[in-house]
């Protein structure tokens, strides 16, 4: 994980999440997941490019599969976007970086 990422747990998800003043794009992974590596470094990327504005976080699924049950996540990478605690927007599969940047940009108003 990059310094500008935060790696999310079944316990830390509603502290950082769902009580966070500031959006969070939350990426849901597992790392026997191809996709999932390719999505790795365009969300680190982001993280990097959006400090301040919007938090990244990162939840594995194999080790917190409460937190993904919770928002039925069936396939990996799914990234849920959240605003003032509610799940807003969703990306499932791989995306390009341009593209989920202009996502993240028009869901929260950026």
């Known amino acids: 994980m990059s310094e500008h990422v935060l790696e999310l747990t079944d316990a830390s998800f ?7 003043d500031t959006p969070v794009v939350v990426d849901f992974w597992a790392s026997w997941c191809g996709p999932c590596r ?3 470094p365009v969300f680190e990327e982001l993280a990097g490019e959006l400090i301040g504005k919007v938090k ?5 699924v194999d080790e917190n599969g409460k937190t993904a049950e919770n928002y039925k996540v069936m396939s990996i990478p799914t990234l849920l976007l ?4 509610d799940a807003v927007d969703t990306q499932v ?3 390009a970086k341009e593209q989920l940047k202009k996502k993240i940009t028009d869901t929260f108003n950026l």
């Open 14 to 20: 509603a502290s950082e999440v769902l009580k966070s």
């Open 38 to 40: 390719m999505m790795a």
């Open 56 to 60: 990244f976080g990162k939840v594995n």
């Open 82 to 85: 959240f605003k003032d605690g």
């Open 93 to 95: 599969g791989f995306v």
